[in-house]
């Protein structure tokens, strides 16, 4: 601070925090359409991005005394497009198109000083944005990490609990990626049809990655990120009309419906957590059940045989059907996972596996599979591991070994309730 700034009041720092939390809110929620429509308009990636985050400091140093715009996305975006303008003044490169931008800008304006901004017109830019993140010149660890930071508006921190990787892989891959893109010259653009099935793979695993985000927060006070959630099954059904006879399309859009279906009855009325046994079926959207069997059913009617998501969908599917925890048929999702298992093998899927054995033969056989899973040392740090041990070990009376593990969970534990829950049980609470 220099000698002519006031000192801060005692209302500055919360109105501050008030501010800091609005942008982030607006910046989850508008990050992909923001950016995509500065690289539709600017012609690059990497500086599309950068004049975003010009904007968001900006935001950070006017909102607080001006109060938040009406239209928050439409003013980064008005701000970030004068930025351009102003970079290429001084690179003396105002050419014709940045005086057509200008011009824009101009015609943005409105009386009260906020901008016009339509959600519904920049949906396409958002799925160009995913088809350039997840360019083939990427590698499959870039694209996703890449995708998750632009469109899904995650933290570099939140990409790296996701991958269980350090946040300076993630930052450099970040990076890396942005570098490579430019190197390549990569158009802004949805490729033709004969190029779209080498994405396809990276943009659905992006998606899946960006919704279970939404289910499970890897960090923050809040369990759940619902409005996240609702923007990657808009996505999804972006991607399923782009690309209808895509049967995994259709089987991840399925999966994230009748997933998302139990989202109303996943907290209480503070915002904690509440498990799947413990939740009021009634709350179920039963819509989103429709719609989502609806999509699994087109999947099948594709006759490739399902896929890793559409195997995922059928396991959320008997949950959905299902009157009661007793009442779901946990021998099927027994033999979903072990189909799963076989067509997409990794250590999650199996300890997924474990949790639905422990329901349909009983607490000892599971216990074995997530034994071999913590001698592996293949989910060192993943939090769910000690978690899933100590439920099994409390349903056999082995209450004191179940509470350390609860006690491991909850300091391996990102998200501010969830450790909060485990900590709980770690102290001896049934729930």
């Known amino acids: 601070m220099t000698a002519d700034e006031p000192a ?31 690289t539709r308009m600017v012609g690059d990636f990497g500086l599309a991005e950068d004049l975003a985050q010009e904007a968001l400091e900006d935001a950070l140093r ?89 469109v899904g508006g995650l933290s570099s921190e939140e990409i790296a609990r996701a991958f269980l990787v350090p946040t300076a892989t993630v930052q450099q891959r970040i990076v890396r990626a942005k570098k490579t893109l430019a190197a390549a010259n990569a158009p802004f653009d949805v490729p033709p049809p004969e190029e779209r099935a080498e994405r396809i793979g990276a943009i659905l695993a992006v ?39 895509e049967a995994e399309v259709l089987g991840l859009l399925a999966l994230m419906e009748l997933t998302a279906a139990r989202f109303p009855a996943r907290t209480d009325g503070n915002g904690d957590p509440v498990l799947l046994a413990d939740q009021d079926r009634r709350r179920w959207d ?32 008997c949950h959905a059907v299902a009157a009661s925890v007793e009442d779901t048929d946990w021998e099927r999702i027994v033999l979903l996972y072990e189909a ?4 997409a093998p990794s250590p999650v899927v199996e300890l997924n596996r474990a949790a639905a054995v422990a329901m349909a033969t009983g607490p000892a056989s599971a216990l074995l599979i997530v034994d071999r899973l913590s001698d592996s040392g293949a989910l060192r740090g993943y939090h769910l591991l000690p978690a899933t041990r100590g439920e099994l070990l409390r349903r056999l009376g082995r209450e004191a070994e179940a509470r350390s593990e609860f006690a491991v969970a909850a300091g391996l534990a990102g998200n501010d309730r969830e450790r909060v829950l485990l900590e709980r049980k770690a102290h001896g609470a049934q729930k």
């Open 62 to 150: 006017q909102w607080p005394a001006d109060g938040v715009p009406r239209n928050p996305g439409a003013w980064l975006t008005a701000v970030a497009k004068r930025k351009a303008i102003d970079r290429w003044r001084r690179q003396e490169r105002l050419d014709e198109r940045v005086a057509l931008l200008a011009q824009e800008l101009e015609r943005e304006q409105v009386t009260d000083g906020d901008l016009l901004w339509d959600p519904d017109a920049v949906d396409d830019d958002v799925l160009r944005l995913i088809f350039i993140a997840c360019h083939p010149v990427l590698s499959r660890e870039a694209q996703v990490a890449l995708t998750l930071r632009v």
């Open 340 to 343: 799963l298992g076989r067509l």
């Open 8 to 38: 801060p009041t005692a209302r500055s720092a919360p109105a501050r925090e008030v501010t800091e939390r609005a942008v982030a809110a607006v910046w989850r929620i508008e990050a992909a359409r923001i950016v995509g429509a500065l």
């Open 207 to 245: 998606l899946y990655l960006i919704f279970n985000e939404a289910h499970a927060a890897s960090g923050g006070p809040e369990w759940m990120r619902p409005d996240l959630g609702a923007e990657a099954i808009r996505l999804a059904r972006v991607l399923a009309a782009l690309m209808p006879r």
């Open 286 to 317: 039963r819509g989103r059940i429709a719609r989502g069997r609806e999509a699994l059913a087109m999947a099948d009617a594709r006759g490739r045989g399902r896929g890793a998501y559409s195997l995922q969908a059928a396991i959320a599917e």
